[in-house]
């Protein structure tokens, strides 16, 4: 008897706090920063990218990833990581995970001076589903930028 009045005294503090309840989000505007290769924490990045569209609605979320340096590896052709000198973690399964990504409308920036510093001539085909307009000048300058106007800043 004790015990259940306890774990209905749990649920109702829960139901009171939101805890383990539905929360309504309102509208975010984030960008999350990828300048790291090791590919646990890139697919660690990538879930906790889709945990946020999960939480908060696909529709409630404008949601930018920016990458320079060495995270460029993770958009990078694995049969061209010589020609880059990058650690290229662009497997089929990071593919099918960035692709279901920008399916619900996020957005991969890629900084023009780690693509000209790591020789990547041609990124249309050297790095995966990339577009000349996922270029941005510099990546931390862009950060910098979309915080400025309003976006969250998170450093997976």
């Not at 990458?67 to 460029?72: C, R, T, V």
């Amino acid at each position: 008897m004790k015990k259940t009045m306890v774990i209905m005294g749990a649920a109702v503090m829960w139901a009171m706090m939101g805890i383990g309840g539905a929360v309504a989000y309102e509208k975010q505007k984030v960008v999350y920063h990828i300048n790291y290769d090791d590919p646990k924490t890139q697919a660690g990045a990538l879930r906790n990218i889709q945990n946020h569209i999960n939480a908060v609605g696909k529709e409630n979320l404008e949601l930018r990833v920016v990458m320079h340096g060495k995270g460029l590896s993770l958009l990078l052709d694995p049969d061209m990581k010589g020609e880059a000198t990058l650690a290229a973690n662009g497997t089929p399964q990071m593919q099918a995970t960035v692709a279901g990504l920008k399916d619900q409308g996020i957005t991969f920036k890629v900084c023009a001076n780690t693509l000209k510093g790591k020789k990547i001539a041609d990124p249309e085909n050297q790095l995966y589903d990339f577009n000349k307009v996922d270029i941005v000048p510099s990546g931390v300058a862009e950060l910098a930028a979309l915080q400025a106007q309003g976006f969250t800043y998170i450093k997976p």
